[in-house]
């Protein structure tokens, strides 16, 4: 009687892990990133804390691979697969760094894949009808310490695109990133490192340990 009741416990707990029906559609969003290979996309983003909300903002993403260049008001942000390169353009300074794999969490190919990371219970929240044309995937972190308690991911499914993505954090902060045009792109191999020949008076500060 003890195994078969824990043996209906582990099948009702690996139930609760996975949703079918969202892993299939996340592999398929994750596809067709893979096979875009390089894109340019806009976004807008926007923070919320305690329903006070800050005037949102824009930037510019370029991906291919393991490489990507992010644009923001003050912030450029460079990874050539092996440094990364943040442009503070107040400072007129460019630190580099190693990458950081954090830094990638709003990358629309990394948010494709992430139920991939096994650090996550996920369901479709809601699915495209005629009157919605956005399917919902809610996913909760298994680590009760997390700060993040959600993620919603809108999908847009007729040409698998994540079009909106929302964090939502305990302490009351909310994150929204609207991912506004992507766009198919080649890219020279320089493009992910910054052109510092063409930054005369910028400040170069080297943070590498090694």
Known sequence: ?????????????????????????LDRLSAS????????????YELEFDGRVEPSQTGKLWSKGDLYRLELPDLELYCDGKNQYAHLKKNKEIQISRPDPSDRRYHPATL????????????????RNDKNPLSVIEFKPQNSSDPIFKIL??????????????????????TTVHFERTHPRNFDSGFFAPDLDSMPGIHVEDLRED
């Not at 875009?36 to 806009?42: P, S």
């Not at 991911?153 to 909310?174: A, M, T």
């Open 1 to 25: 009687m003890e195994n078969l009741l824990l043996c209906l416990a582990f099948s009702l707990l690996a139930g609760v892990d996975s949703d079918p029906k969202a892993t299939r559609m």
């Open 33 to 44: 990133y893979e096979k875009m290979g390089g894109f340019e996309l806009q976004f807008r």
């Open 112 to 127: 494709a894949r992430i139920h991939e990371s096994g650090k996550f219970e996920y369901r479709i929240l809601s699915e």
């Open 153 to 174: 991911l809108h999908i847009s499914e007729p040409n698998s695109r994540i079009v909106k993505v929302q964090w939502f954090e305990k302490s009351g902060r909310r």
